[in-house]
Nanobody, 124 residues
Framework: QVQLVESGGGLVQAGGSLRLSCAAS????????MGWFRQAPGKERVVVAA????????DSTDSVKGRFTISRDNAKNTVYLQMNSLKPEDTALYYC?????????????????WGQGTQVTVSS
């Protein structure tokens, strides 16, 4: 199995920044599209941003466009989510996920592996 471990979450004031990291096990990281998802208490898990396994095509949900940037470093088996201008509504548990050679990046149910999540809390 592929193991994913998120890190970088924390408590930050509105307007601040955080960079989340997701470290993946194995040597096949480059064969996976990667996504960041978040889930607030009592709400469903939703996609935040994703990056394709080939071509580095990225996408993000409208609410984070211009503020969040997803990137990957295949040499380090790591995907990142740079979060700027954070808002209280960004507060959630953030998960990374891997999808083997998938290009339909926004489809949560098609991701094969999930991390345990890292908490992001944005205060007013």
């Amino acid at each position: 199995q592929v193991q994913l471990v998120e890190s970088g979450g924390g408590l930050v004031q509105a307007g601040g920044s955080l960079r989340l990291s997701c470290a993946a096990s194995g040597r096949t990281f480059s064969d996976y599209s990667m996504g960041w998802f978040r889930q607030a208490p009592g709400k469903e898990r939703v996609v935040v941003a994703a990056i394709s396994w080939i071509g580095d095509i990225t996408d993000s949900t409208d609410s984070v466009k211009g503020r969040f940037t997803i990137s990957r470093d295949n040499a380090k088996n790591t995907v990142y989510l740079q979060m700027n201008s954070l808002k209280p509504e960004d507060t959630a548990l953030y998960y990374c996920a891997a999808k083997f050679r998938g290009l339909r990046l926004g489809r949560l149910k098609e991701y094969d592996y999930w991390g345990q999540g890292t908490q992001v809390t944005v205060s007013s």
